[in-house]
């Protein structure tokens, strides 16, 4: 499953980053989201949008081509 399949409030742990631009990884592993890591999906923005997810008390917008690649596992 990839971030981009929740619903919005449903949770999830970082399972892989490998498939990412390697500035785009580095990018959300500064902000905290590396593997392990729980996020809680706040938004779906319609037609494509981004994604905003929720992680260690912030909230940080994920375009959804990049949530294609992280793969997470439902909680």
Do not use: F, W
Not at 60 to 68: D, F, K, S, T, V
């Amino acid at each position: 499953m990839v971030l981009s399949d929740l619903k919005q409030g449903e949770k999830a742990t970082i399972k892989d980053l490998s498939s990412l631009n390697q500035l785009v990884k580095t990018r959300l592993m500064n902000l905290g989201i590396y593997l392990g890591s729980e996020v809680n999906v706040k938004t779906k923005m319609p037609l494509g949008g981004p994604c905003v997810v929720e992680c260690k008390g912030q909230r940080i917008g994920i375009r959804l081509h990049e949530a294609n690649s992280i793969r997470v596992e439902k909680k």
